[in-house]
């Protein structure tokens, strides 16, 4: 995500992507907390997925040895619960965070370092690693990830006479001017102001060399001139402000939009239905000569300090496990998403072509805590403000960057 809501179930229609969430403050965890569970040979395991991933859970639990007991929490109730945990020193052995939460747990003192277990970053994408690290050390690994690319209707762009999806913002504005007409838009996104809308605007905003740590530069006022470009010209609808990930998609479906800024956790749901022929591209770039910058998603497994270092040094065993190479390629099957290991996603892409276009903008994705650590939270309300100053016209590009910029 970037990022959307989570749901601890498979959603009926599409899932959503990994969400940000506002600053924590946790009460520091020290050796004397304890895990779920006293059995030695029990590790207990807290995340928000459904059921699909436990098969591999239970896997890893045979090769270190233990039995588990698992929490499926629901997503929006995960952090709170992590809160209390910490609390009163009852956090899980193993424990799932979004990728950009990995920045304030570690920083409560909640987690140890997985240096600590054996684990490195060797052989992931470098934008994984950023996304577990915290001052340096590494707190936690994704065994998948996710990121951003574009969804397209192929009939739309037959019939258009379309034979090579756009590879600038030159094209994609052409293309989406063209396929827009009969109660369709060309080009759809969500730029609501939440989290999500940052998410989806930081390919065209990184892409194009902005930096969070500024947003007033003319090549961020580039990327949301852009947008409202696209606005303007009545190829991207005014509802974007208030759509989610999910409505996006929905709108794609229905046949309302021509291409979309989506995720692959939409590849099952995609795969079902039968009203669209689709395809997906990596995000257009403003000059040829650049490179595709998108956020990179997904969850992320970390150790906490329970106290119980022979059951840590298990559950290092477990997530050393999870993030194997074997379970990586099993979880992408599961999840549709991206392996860490770039060979893995090289071979996960030659398995489900239409994780291509993601396994491509995996390879230089960005962790959106990388530059900021935990104050991005900060930075990204920033910037869906404002996107959503500049697409209701109250100010233009330059001036609403500038004062979104000033806030506090």
């Not at 827009?180 to 989806?200: H, K, P, V």
Request: with cysteine; charged share 20%; glycine share 8%.
């Amino acid at each position: 995500m970037e990022t959307a809501q989570k749901r601890q179930g498979k959603a009926p229609k599409v899932a959503v992507a990994a969400a940000l969430l506002a600053p924590l403050t946790l009460t520091a965890c020290t050796g004397a907390a304890a895990s779920g569970t006293e059995s030695p040979n029990t590790l207990t395991i807290q995340d928000y997925y459904d059921e699909t991933q436990d098969p591999i859970y239970h896997s890893c639990a045979r090769s270190v040895g233990v039995s588990l007991e698992i929490s499926h929490v629901a997503g929006p109730g995960l952090i709170p619960k992590v809160l209390q945990q910490s609390s009163s020193r009852t956090l899980p052995d193993v424990l799932m965070l979004d990728n950009p939460d990995v920045q304030q747990i570690a920083k409560s003192g909640a987690l140890s370092p997985l240096s600590d277990h054996g684990l490195t970053g060797e052989g992931m994408v470098p934008a994984v690693v950023q996304a577990g690290t915290y001052a340096g050390k590494l707190y936690g690994l994704a065994p998948g990830v996710n990121t951003l690319s574009i969804f397209y209707n192929k009939d739309l762009f037959d019939q258009a006479g379309i034979t090579t999806p756009p590879a600038t913002w030159d094209e994609l504005r052409a293309v989406a001017r063209r396929l827009t007409g009969q109660g369709r838009y060309g080009f759809a996104m969500s730029t609501i102001n939440t989290y999500e809308g940052t998410w989806q605007f930081l390919p065209f905003m990184w892409g194009n060399g902005g930096t969070e740590r500024d947003i007033t530069t003319p090549q961020t006022v580039q990327a949301l001139r852009f947008l409202v470009d696209l606005q303007n010209d009545g190829s991207m609808s005014r509802s974007s402000i208030i759509w989610s990930q999910d409505d996006v998609i929905d709108q794609f479906v229905a046949g309302k939009a021509a291409m979309v800024v989506n995720g692959p956790w939409q590849l099952p749901a995609l795969k079902k239905q039968r009203e669209v022929r689709w395809g997906a591209f990596t995000i257009p770039k403003r000059d040829p000569s650049q490179t595709t910058v998108a956020p990179l998603g997904g969850e992320v497994f970390t150790v906490p300090r329970t106290g119980n270092h022979a059951k840590m040094a298990k559950a290092g065993q477990f997530v050393k496990c999870l993030v194997s190479p074997e379970k990586q390629l099993e979880t992408a099957r599961i999840k549709q998403n991206v392996p860490s290991n770039p060979d893995v996603a090289e071979q996960a892409g030659k398995e489900n072509p239409a994780l291509a276009p993601f396994v491509t903008t995996v390879r230089t994705a960005r962790s959106r805590t990388a530059l900021l650590g935990p104050d991005w939270p900060k930075a990204a309300t920033k910037i869906y403000n404002a996107v959503q100053i500049a697409l209701t016209g109250k100010a233009a590009p330059a001036e609403a960057l500038r004062q979104a910029q000033g806030e506090q």
